[in-house]
């Protein structure tokens, strides 16, 4: 079946530093989903990529669909304490998703 | 707009017993889907219901059952509970049923089995 793999599992940054996660996946995406998902909190819906090469920017977060639509990226620049959480991205599967195991990131102040 | 309404936030179940969960989803919305979130497996899709019909299932042992009302509320029953069911177990609601529209969870269930 297919497999929705992210890389790193855990990230610690010095507040200000860039991270980074990444997403692939076994099979072409129609769409990529992220999510984030705050410490004691329930999975937030942050963006939906569907073209090729797709950027999106929200402020200091930048996703990224790559040209094959099988992988995807999310980075965050200048980190702050209030981008700590874990990272999912999802990939449709039939009529549902497939989650990733998600990136754990955390500030250190 | 309230948002998805998941019942009871918390329980502390015996292996052995059953139980059932609710969600709410958000009004208007028709599919809801079940996942288990544990600390090592992430979020495992459980299943999705959509105008009262499941139309996708997990891996999960046929101790993990769910259905769907009319008004798309959504339970979920798990019984003779074992200890590794313990999780959070978080429902999400979408207008559609396809799958390019986004997901808004509920706060969760957290179930303990003892």
């Known amino acids: 079946g297919q497999q929705v793999m992210q890389i790193p599992q855990y990230q610690h940054v010095q507040e200000g530093e860039d991270f980074t996660t990444y997403c692939n996946s076994s099979?072409?995406?129609?769409?990529i989903q992220w999510y984030k998902q705050r410490p004691g909190g329930h999975p937030v819906f942050l963006i939906q990529l569907v073209k090729s090469g797709e950027v999106k920017k929200q402020k200091r977060l930048t996703f990224q669909f790559g040209e094959a639509k099988k992988n995807s990226s999310l980075h965050i620049t200048a980190t702050q304490t209030t981008d700590v959480g874990t990272y999912f991205c999802a990939g449709p599967n039939g009529q549902n998703f497939v989650f990733g195991p998600g990136t754990r990131l955390s500030v250190l102040p | 707009k309230a948002g998805v309404t998941q019942t009871p936030r918390y329980l502390i179940k015996t292996r052995g017993q059953q139980v059932t969960l609710s969600c709410s989803p958000i009004?208007?919305?028709?599919?809801v889907s079940w996942y288990q979130q544990t600390p090592g497996q992430g979020l495992q899709f459980l299943f999705e219901y959509f105008s009262e019909t499941q139309r996708n299932k997990g891996n999960f042992p046929g101790r993990f059952s769910g259905r769907q009302f009319s008004n798309s509320r959504s339970e979920m029953n798990v019984s003779t509970l074992e200890l590794g069911d313990s999780a959070l177990y978080l429902c999400?609601?979408?207008?559609?049923?396809?799958?390019?529209?986004?997901?808004?969870f509920g706060q969760g269930t957290r179930l303990t089995v003892v």
């Open positions: 099979t072409t995406l129609s769409n």
């Open positions: 999400a609601s979408r207008l559609t049923g396809t799958p390019n529209t986004e997901a808004f």
């Open positions: 009004s208007g919305h028709r599919s």
